[in-house]
């Protein structure tokens, strides 16, 4: 079987491989996340995810044979307008102010890599808050929870409360397409439910 090393520091996305059991390691790969002039977010998220997979490729040098990495990225995205991670706490009342009471797209791309091989997946699912007031997003951000977190917020924390509905996969904006990512997985030769019971 092939050893998969998992290309993110993502709690999320550790927490989303272990559930489907899938057993992994966890290694660095830093890139520049910069958007590039003219770049639209769908390229963006899945040049994104293939970057950090080959990163993760070579930083294991010679180890990486018969190893297999995947490297994941989610952005938030609204009218067309990629939202990060908020700079500060005015960027980040803003993102929410933005968002409330408006359906987004949150784009998540999947890449898995093997020396010489790299196959990715893009996933589209559009969510919709309800409005939120503004002493309502004040104390949001005072929970601390938007800090790290695309677009300002996590639907899988305390966030969950502003979503009125999402058409798409929740996984994805948590911050990986289980479905996606295991057929990605078996492609490559990592099956699922290794570690079950």
Known sequence: MATLHLASGSPRRRELLAQI???????SAAIDESVRPGETAEHY??????????????????????????????SVVLDGRILGKPLDRDDGLAMLADLSGREHQVLTAVAVAESGHCVSRLVTSRVRFRVIPQAEREAYWATGEPLDKAGGYAIQGLGA????????SYSAVVGLPLLETADLLGEFGISVWQRVG
């Open 45 to 74: 998220v899945e040049r994104l995810a293939r970057e950090k997979a080959a990163a993760g490729l070579a930083a294991l040098g010679d180890a990486a044979a018969g190893t297999r990495v995947l490297g994941a990225d989610t």
């Open 21 to 27: 059991g899938v057993p992994f390691q966890v290694l």
């Open 161 to 168: 409360v502003f979503v009125e509905n999402i058409q798409g």
